[in-house]
Structure formats: C-alpha cells, structure tokens
C-alpha cells in the first residue's frame, strides 16, 4: 500500500522538515493537509514541491464547489492528486475529474461526513470517474474503524484507502484491504519523526 504523510499543520517550515525526515526514511507520498492550505494558500504546495522535487504530493483541499478551478490551481502548483469532498454536487466532481485528466493529475474523494451513505455514494464518486476514494474518520470522530465498510468497496476501479488516527499496528491490520494509508498524527506528532516513519514504512510492507 501507498503511505500519505498527512502534514495537518500550520507552521509551513515544520511540515517541510518533517516532510524530508518521512523522506529520509522512505516514504515517498506526502499530504499537504487542509490546514496548512488554509494557511499558507496554495503556496504550501510549491513548496513542498520545492523541497521534494520528486514526491508524490497530494493537496487535501476537500473542494466542494469549483470543482475545475481548485483541481487547476493544486495541479498547476504541483500536486499530483487534489480531492473533492464525497458529499460535493457531481457537477463539482465531474468538473474536477476532467481537469485533473487534462492536466495529467487524479482526484481523490473523501467519505469524511456521509457515514452510512458511503456504500451507495462510492458506487456513484466511481461513476464519476474518481481515481481513489478514502474512507475517512475525521480528527472530532476519532480513530478509523471502518475495516467492514472497506470490504463493500472492493471492485469499484478507483484505489480505496483510509485515513483517521493510524497507528503502524492499525495499518498492519490493514494490508490486503487497501491500496493507500494516510497517516498523520503518529508521524507529525512524534519527537522523532525519521523513526515514526519508518515504523509506518515497515508495517505497510509487512
């Protein structure tokens, strides 16, 4: 599975240096959260980009309106992946799939706030044309405890992950049920993030 370093924080410098650790130790996927893109603006994503010239970067900003023009202005400031929020019109998401095919990036739809209506509006995002769907438990609900609902998602064409207070004993717990992790907490909180890391690195690939 894809690792995703979930930098939700609002000191750009601190989520660069954690970025280059998580770097250091193997990871290779990084998430500009939606808090430091509330902060900084788009501007957080070129300079991830800057640091890490060869990561794969993910721009968390959950649009739900606009689809097009987010999906052009994380795109452009080099991300590779921008998301929509599950629960957005599909006029917004079919605006953001087609510019993001356009510009050579993927569209990633995130579940946070359907709860029960994940199943019948997955089914739907895929339609869409979405490339990946994350089944998310928000910072406010707690941790991620959705393996069940992982399993009705399989066979849809778009990569299915998780995301919400993962721990590498969670993420072992994981394997062969998803295709990408996000983790944030256990990696941007900890004292030594370059160990964290490859904790996170090391369950993933078992």
């Given amino acids: 599975m894809d690792v995703y370093v979930s930098l939700d924080l609002t000191d750009l410098g601190r989520a660069i240096r954690i970025a280059m650790e998580a770097w250091r130790a193997g990871l290779r996927h990084f998430e500009v959260g939606t808090p430091l893109i509330k902060w900084e603006g788009i501007s957080a994503v070129r300079a991830l980009r800057s640091a890490l010239p060869d990561a794969v970067i993910f721009a968390d900003t959950k649009t739900a309106d606009v689809g097009w023009l987010e999906t052009q202005m994380a795109l452009e400031a080099g991300a590779n992946v921008v998301s929509v929020l599950g629960a957005a019109p599909d006029e917004t998401v079919r605006s953001a799939v087609e510019t993001a095919e356009r510009l050579g990036g993927r ?6 706030g359907l709860r029960e209506r994940v199943p019948q509006r997955a089914r739907e995002l ?18 991620f405890s959705d393996e069940a609902l992982l399993k009705e998602l399989r066979g849809l064409g778009v990569e299915i992950g998780a995301a919400g207070g993962l721990t590498p004993e969670r993420i072992s717990s994981l394997r062969g049920m998803v295709d990408f992790v996000m983790v944030g907490r256990y990696i941007t909180g900890s004292d030594d993030p370059f160990t964290a890391a490859k904790k996170v690195l090391e369950a993933a690939e078992g």
């Avoid at 569209?107 to 946070?112: I, N, P």
């Avoid at 339609?127 to 998310?136: F, K, N, T, Y």
């Fill in 107 to 112: 569209v990633l739809a995130d579940t946070l």
């Fill in 126 to 143: 895929a339609s869409l044309g979405v490339h990946m769907i994350c089944v998310h438990r928000g910072v406010d609900e707690g941790v």
